[in-house]
């Protein structure tokens, strides 16, 4: 490594390769109608860029973990930013919009691929207190991504067009694929006599799906995720449409609990660091989103309208995200360090998964009041993370982290 794993440089580039989602996703966010006009279609069909983005980020990396396991990180994560960056090439050349559609799709398998690989790379380089610090610091850049990147969309606009976003995106990637090329080895220990094969694919998956450990992380995180993402999906549908706030003033909420993840994701890894083992934290986050969960389905049942109030649970609910996360996704990891991959594949198809199952009944379900259908879905999701890690993990906690003390 020509970039010290301990750096701050190491941990921004990670922290960029875990961001690829967010900078294919949200710095296009302003640019549907300027891309469903450019194309004569209409802005809701235009929205299956983002779609179709999901699809290729939920459906590679389940492939791909397995092949980062048999022949290293460093192949995968060059080939992954390689498509991302080739498929933001095509893109900002697109010459009609099922053209488009399909470099999208290529596009999110890149994204996804780069950054369930970029966290099996710190389970490779980092175990127990320090791989959970590192975790939750990756996560802390990462969440910076979602903040800036719409405005950084917007002011693409304003210079350009809709093309100019994915030209943008395509310097991002030639970025990281020159610095990894360059600067990064391989951070697996590479069995050289292993065989890449369909068979031995199953098997890794085989053997992630039969450890209850693994599957019972992976559950938590990806419930978690998923209350997230309800508040994602749901929240400006409440705050403009039922509370009657503008985009700016709703922008500037977003921003609020956005910080409330980066600030619990970066406490979380100085907790790490000083040795405070991760069930607090972890189980702290679980009650956090149930607690606030609950409350705001009360204040939208009893027709609350303090917005400040509405605002804090909001933010109580997202920060409960930056303590779950990292630990979740450390534990999940434990059982099968050999496997990271393959586990961080899984973990990734499942999170995303959830993410869209909840965010489909969020803005499909009417329940008759704005913002039922976001507080249910909050709910629902961070109650299945209660008893995933109330009646699954905490009885087996001493098999996870035991085990990560003996590496």
Same mark, same amino acid.
């Given at each position: 490594?020509?970039?010290?794993?301990?750096?701050?440089?190491?941990?921004?580039?990670?922290?960029?390769?875990?961001?690829?989602? +967010?900078?294919?996703?949200?710095? %296009?966010? &302003?640019?549907?109608?300027?891309?469903?006009?450019?194309? $004569?279609?209409?802005?809701?069909?235009?929205? #299956?860029?983002? *779609?179709?983005?999901?699809?290729?980020?939920?459906?590679?990396? &389940?492939?791909?973990?397995?092949?980062?396991?048999?022949?290293?990180?460093?192949?995968?994560?060059?080939?992954?930013?390689?498509?991302?960056?080739?498929?933001?090439?095509?893109? *900002?050349?697109?010459?009609?919009?099922?053209?488009?559609?399909?470099?999208?799709?290529?596009?999110?398998?890149?994204?996804?691929?780069?950054?369930?690989?970029?966290?099996?790379?710190?389970?490779?380089?980092?175990?127990?207190?320090?791989?959970?610090?590192?975790?939750?610091?990756?996560?802390?850049?990462?969440? /910076?991504?979602?903040?800036?990147?719409?405005?950084?969309?917007?002011?693409?606009?304003?210079?350009?067009? !809709?093309? *100019?976003?994915?030209?943008?995106?395509?310097?991002?990637?030639?970025?990281?694929?020159?610095?990894? !090329?360059?600067?990064?080895?391989?951070?697996?220990?590479?069995?050289?006599?292993?065989?890449?094969?369909?068979?031995?694919?199953?098997?890794?998956?085989?053997?992630?799906?039969?450890?209850?450990?693994?599957?019972?992380?992976?559950?938590? %995180?990806?419930?978690?995720?998923?209350? @997230?993402?309800?508040?994602?999906?749901?929240?400006?549908?409440?705050?403009?449409?039922?509370? $009657?706030? +503008?985009?700016? =003033?709703?922008?500037?909420?977003?921003?609020?609990?956005?910080?409330?993840?980066?600030?619990?994701?970066?406490?979380?890894?100085? #907790?790490?660091?000083?040795?405070?083992?991760?069930?607090?934290? @972890?189980?702290?986050?679980?009650?956090?989103?149930?607690?606030?969960?609950?409350?705001?389905?009360?204040?939208? @049942?009893?027709? !609350?309208? +303090? /917005? &400040?109030?509405?605002?804090?649970?909001?933010?109580?609910?997202?920060?409960?995200?930056?303590?779950?996360?990292?630990?979740? #996704?450390?534990?999940?990891?434990?059982?099968?360090?050999?496997?990271? $991959?393959?586990?961080?594949?899984?973990? $990734?198809?499942? =999170?995303?998964?959830?993410?869209?199952?909840?965010?489909?009944?969020?803005?499909?379900? %009417?329940?008759?009041?704005?913002?039922?259908?976001?507080?249910?879905?909050?709910? #629902?999701?961070?109650?299945?993370?209660?008893?995933?890690?109330?009646?699954?993990?905490? &009885?087996?906690?001493?098999?996870? !982290?035991?085990?990560?003390?003996?590496?």
């Amino acid at each position: 490594m020509h970039i010290k794993p301990e750096s701050i440089a190491f941990t921004a580039l990670l922290g960029m390769l875990v961001a690829l989602p +967010s900078f294919g996703i949200d710095m %296009n966010l &302003p640019a549907l109608t300027s891309i469903g006009a450019s194309f $004569g279609a209409t802005a809701e069909r235009a929205g #299956l860029t983002m *779609s179709l983005f999901m699809v290729g980020f939920a459906v590679a990396p &389940p492939f791909c973990g397995p092949v980062s396991d048999r022949i290293g990180r460093k192949p995968i994560v060059l080939a992954a930013v390689g498509v991302f960056t080739a498929a933001s090439i095509g893109c *900002s050349v697109s010459s009609s919009l099922p053209m488009l559609l399909a470099l999208r799709v290529l596009q999110g398998m890149g994204a996804g691929v780069a950054m369930t690989t970029a966290f099996a790379i710190v389970q490779d380089l980092f175990t127990g207190a320090a791989g959970r610090a590192k975790l939750s610091y990756v996560a802390t850049l990462m969440l /910076v991504i979602p903040m800036v990147a719409p405005a950084v969309g917007s002011a693409m606009l304003a210079w350009g067009d !809709w093309r *100019s976003i994915f030209g943008l995106l395509a310097g991002v990637g030639t970025f990281l694929l020159a610095t990894f !090329w360059v600067f990064f080895g391989e951070s697996l220990r590479v069995d050289e006599g292993a065989q890449l094969d369909l068979a031995g694919v199953l098997r890794a998956y085989r053997e992630v799906s039969r450890s209850p450990i693994c599957m019972t992380y992976i559950l938590i %995180n990806s419930a978690s995720f998923a209350a @997230l993402f309800a508040y994602v999906s749901g929240s400006s549908i409440f705050f403009i449409n039922a509370l $009657g706030l +503008s985009r700016g =003033q709703y922008s500037a909420i977003f921003a609020t609990t956005s910080l409330g993840i980066m600030a619990s994701a970066f406490l979380n890894g100085k #907790l790490s660091s000083r040795g405070v083992s991760p069930i607090y934290p @972890l189980t702290i986050g679980v009650i956090m989103a149930v607690c606030s969960a609950a409350l705001l389905l009360l204040a939208v @049942l009893e027709g !609350w309208s +303090s /917005v &400040p109030c509405l605002v804090a649970m909001c933010f109580v609910a997202s920060a409960a995200f930056g303590l779950i996360a990292p630990n979740a #996704l450390h534990a999940a990891m434990q059982p099968l360090p050999h496997l990271a $991959g393959s586990v961080s594949g899984v973990g $990734g198809f499942f =999170q995303v998964l959830a993410g869209s199952a909840i965010s489909a009944f969020v803005v499909s379900v %009417n329940l008759g009041t704005h913002g039922l259908s976001m507080a249910v879905g909050m709910l #629902l999701s961070s109650l299945a993370a209660a008893v995933a890690l109330f009646c699954l993990a905490l &009885p087996a906690r001493n098999l996870a !982290w035991n085990g990560d003390q003996a590496r």
